[in-house]
């Protein structure tokens, strides 16, 4: 059964970062952070040459880049039950609803600039779910999850210390490093938020297993 691919490589007009590239798919093994399996990132079997990154809507009201798709307003609508049909579904809900079943894949055939963003995503949660002990209660769980969200040294694609430098491309101008460092932080704080409601759906107590990335 292949990877799951993203939902938005084909939504209309999306704003993309970096330039066609006739060969961008990398097809050595690709090392991801000890919680996830190593991946190799290969190549449609009709490659079509595209952008590198998309800067895909999001539900959210941090200021950035992104643009905004409209809040949540029935009461029974909340992120964990919203699915791709739903008019706000963005690319954080995507990224925690195929976490699980994308991070058992050792290979991921990229699509186009959307699975780029997925993941990216994938990685960013990882690397949240790492900071969140047994036991933890909901309190600290928040401020070490919104401690990373938070900080603005992070590494992202181009950056000397990004594991899948392969699979994107930098961006070429200060421009394009300030739009993709914007929409990254939003999408990072966005994963941090949401993610913390999977975890701790029920209140107070440890973190649920059954929610960790899916």
Request: proline residues 12%; negative net charge; without cysteine.
């Amino acid at each position: 059964m292949p990877a799951y691919h993203s939902v938005f490589l084909d939504e209309p007009n999306q704003q993309v970062l970096g330039t066609p590239d006739p060969n961008p798919y990398p097809t050595s093994p690709l090392a991801l952070p000890p919680s996830t399996h190593p991946i190799t990132i290969s190549p449609p079997t009709n490659p079509t040459p595209t952008g590198n990154f998309a800067l895909l809507p999001l539900r959210t009201r941090t200021r950035g880049p992104a643009p905004t798709l409209p809040p949540l307003s029935a009461p029974s609508e909340i992120s964990l039950t919203i699915d791709a049909t739903h008019t706000s579904y963005d690319p954080a809900d995507e990224i925690l609803q195929l976490f699980r079943a994308n991070v058992l894949f050792r290979n991921f055939e990229i699509h186009g600039p959307a699975d780029r963003t997925l993941i990216y995503g994938i990685l960013y949660v990882s690397s949240l779910l790492s900071a969140v002990k047994g036991g933890m209660g909901r309190r600290e769980a928040e401020k070490a999850l919104m401690g990373i969200a938070l900080d603005n040294n992070f590494v992202m694609p181009g950056d000397a210390g990004f594991p899948l430098n392969q699979a994107f491309e930098a961006p070429r101008d200060r421009g394009a490093v300030d739009a993709m460092r914007g929409y990254v932080g939003q999408l990072r704080q966005e994963l941090a938020v949401r993610l913390l409601e999977r975890l701790y759906e029920g209140g107070e107590g440890g973190p649920s297993k059954v929610r960790s990335g899916g």
